[in-house]
């Protein structure tokens, strides 16, 4: 069986090692040592101001959007996944989709202003499948407008814009460390920021309020990453390289198959350097993206309709007809593409797509 993704499991033995250190101090959540050595590698790494590590990669969504005091309405896009739109209605925010640019699948930067109204208290946009959104637009029109900016950007390990890493972008850019994205700590994720003072409103966020274990400095709820997820994600972190190259093989040969067919390829963003995160192709017709589907199927692989259905089609939001996105969702597939994604598999996908067409 051949799926969307493999998750990506280091050597069994150099997570045990990391998890011993647990097992010595006795400690396995509360931030621990583990977790404090992730952040500092993340810094690190990806080359980023601020860090906190958390749970999964939803819930900095929605600590973000408490931790900035936004209510009202927040401008956002149909094409994400669903914890970009039900973050904000969880939050007691209210989702207006602007609908996305047909080719780089963001949100469409130029129809966002005339959705501002004075409800509007943010822009909660996503970089699709690790492409940037317009980011110095959306900037502009934000602090024009007074709004905060948040990003969900849960496919952007490793993503820069403008040479910069795409999490300094925004108030606050959030990233999904689960196991079926790109770098990995099974269950997890983080918030981003560049704010200083931003800091510790996001810190009390996570951890229930607490300033100090006598006094609360405000609401908080429990997003704390374990000492067990951040073991895997050190165990993951020095693989990451060698992840971002195979899946870039495994890109240009999919690249090579599909460029002259009738399927369209994602249009990266000009200023960015992607991290190969996703390969999806849009197929002429849903009608055509069945049968690609059907013969995979058929052949024991399983390419996934992500993002699909478009977010305004979700049962608690009403009264939009985001188009385009609507179109797209109902015609994208994501191919399998993943570490160890071998040729001969490689082949027989683009072989069976290409015969399907
Ligand atoms: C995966 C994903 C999330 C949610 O992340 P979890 O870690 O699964 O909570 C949010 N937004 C997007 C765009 C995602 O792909």
Not at 99 to 113: A, G, V
Not at 133 to 158: P, S
Not at 317 to 324: L, P, Q, R, S
């Amino acid at each position: 069986m051949i799926n969307v993704t493999k998750t990506f499991l280091p050597p069994q033995d150099e997570y045990q090692a990391i998890l011993k250190h647990a097992w010595d101090s006795g400690w396995i959540t509360n931030r621990g040592h583990l977790v404090k050595e992730l952040e500092d590698k993340l810094k690190d790494y990806l080359n980023v101001s601020n860090v906190i590590c958390m749970t999964n990669g939803t819930l900095p969504l929605q600590i973000a959007i408490k931790a900035l005091g936004l209510s009202g309405d927040i401008i956002t896009t149909p094409f994400s996944y669903v914890a970009t739109t039900s973050s904000i209605v969880w939050e007691g925010c209210k989702p207006i989709f602007v609908d996305i640019h047909p080719e780089y699948l963001t949100i469409d930067e130029t129809k966002i202003e005339a959705a501002i109204t004075k409800n509007t208290t943010a822009i909660l946009a996503t970089h699709v499948f690790g492409n940037p959104c317009h980011i110095e637009v959306i900037q502009n029109i934000a602090k024009r407008y007074n709004l905060k900016v948040i990003y969900d950007a849960a496919h952007c390990f490793g993503v820069t814009y403008n040479g910069k890493s795409v999490f300094e972008y925004g108030d606050v850019s959030t990233c999904s460390f689960h196991a079926t994205k790109l770098f990995h700590t099974g269950e997890g994720g983080a918030a981003f920021f560049n704010s200083d003072t931003l800091y510790n409103n996001l810190y009390y966020h996570h951890n229930f309020g607490h300033k100090g274990n006598e006094n609360f400095q405000g609401i908080g709820i429990n997003a704390k990453m374990s000492e067990l997820q951040a073991a895997m994600g050190l165990a993951v972190f020095p693989y990451i390289e060698t992840i971002i190259k195979s899946r870039e093989d495994i890109v240009l040969a999919y690249n090579k198959a599909f460029g002259d067919t009738s399927l369209s390829l994602l249009k990266l963003r000009e200023s960015a350097k992607w991290n190969y995160s996703y390969y999806p192709i849009i197929c002429p017709s849903e009608k055509k993206l069945k049968v690609i589907l059907d013969v995979l199927n058929a052949k024991d692989i399983y390419p996934r309709r992500y993002f699909y259905p478009s977010l305004d089609e979700l049962p608690y939001v009403k009264g939009y007809d985001c188009k385009v996105s609507r179109s797209i969702a109902s015609r994208v597939l994501c191919l399998p593409l993943y570490h160890g994604l071998d040729e001969t598999a490689q082949d027989k996908i683009i072989d069976l797509v290409k015969q399907s067409l």
